[in-house]
Structure formats: C-alpha cells, structure tokens
C-alpha cells in the first residue's frame, strides 16, 4: 500500500498522506492549513504559472472557504490585489447573500457557497481570478464563477495549486502540480 504521493512544489518535495473519501476511493490529502513552508512554495509556484499565463492581468482574487483562504490571501500579497472569499454559511450579518449550490468529492454532500450582495462592488466590472487548492470536478470553480458573474464580475483566470486526476486536461485552468484519484 502506498503510503503517501509525492509533489514538487517550488523545487520542495513534499509526500501527501493518502486518504479515503468514499469506499474505493482515495485522494492525496493536501492541506496548506497547518503548513506555512508548503503555502509559501505553493505561492510561489502558482504565482509563476500566473505571471506565465496571464501576466498579472486581473483586479481581484476570489476563493472559497476554507482551504483557499490562506492561498488567496497569500497570493493577493504577491500580486498586490483585493480578496473576495466565498463563504459556506449564510451569516446572519449578511442577509442579501446570494449562493450557489455545489457537491464536491471531499465533502460528498450537497452545500452552498454565499455572497454578500452589500459587497458586489468588490467585483462588479473587475477581472477576477479565481483561486483554490485544488481542482478536481470543476464543482467548486464552476459555483464559484456563477458567483462572480452574478456580481457583474469578469472572470479573467482559473489558478490552482493542484489539478487532480483528469482536471489537468482543461485548457481553461493555471495549476502547478497534479494528483490523482485513485481507485481500488
């Protein structure tokens, strides 16, 4: 049995442990949360395939909870750009939200991402990229760009740290590194 898979990230080697998420089905776990070095060399290998690919070209970064906060915030830092961040719970301090609906693989349940419409201005006729940890299904990223496109936004660019299994073929998105899906 495997016991982790390996990436490289900013010319750093890093193994992810190896987790199921449904029966059959196992992911590599990567999580920046708790792991300053590894954000910072996602940061910056992600930054360099955005440099690459859109040259910097983009007004705000938006992302979801909560995996992507730190990576957004990060990246904004780079690039000297506003953050948006799309939250999974309505608050009751924000009752004009709007949302979206969305399942992913590792949360294997219907859930929303919400956005205060008191904040539209952040991305009403901005050029908006979008960030996240990983890309798997599109689920997330596509929630997230009907977000942007409800707020009168533009999304100018798709940025992930990691493209999992088949994601990687998209022409569409930025991604440093790829993981699989593995199946027994």
Not at 17 to 42: N, Q, W, Y
Not at 55 to 67: C, H, L, P, R, T
Not at 171 to 177: S, V
Request: hydrophobic fraction near 45%; proline fraction near 3%; aromatic fraction near 8%.
């Amino acid at each position: 049995m495997q016991k982790g898979y390996e990436i490289i990230l900013d010319q750093t080697k890093y193994i992810l442990p190896i987790i199921e998420v449904s029966p059959g089905v196992k992911i590599a776990l990567f999580d920046t949360m708790s792991d300053r070095k590894m954000l910072v060399s996602a940061v910056n290998a992600l930054s360099a395939k955005i440099k690459e690919k859109i040259a910097g070209d983009f007004d705000v970064i938006a992302s979801s909870e909560s995996k992507g906060i730190p990576l957004a915030f990060a990246l904004a830092e780079r690039f000297d750009k506003d953050v948006v961040i799309f939250r999974k719970e309505q608050k009751l301090y924000n009752p004009q939200a709007i949302s979206e609906s969305v399942q992913t693989i590792t949360t294997g349940k219907q859930q929303k991402l919400w956005f205060d419409l008191e904040k539209k201005i952040l991305l009403a006729e901005k050029k908006v990229l979008i960030v996240d940890d990983v890309v798997s299904s599109g689920a997330s990223l596509a929630a997230m760009k009907r977000l942007v496109e409800k707020c009168d936004g533009k999304v100018c660019g798709q940025a992930f740290v990691l493209a999992e299994d088949e994601a990687y073929k998209r022409e569409d998105i930025i991604y440093a590194a790829v993981i699989p899906i593995m199946k027994d």
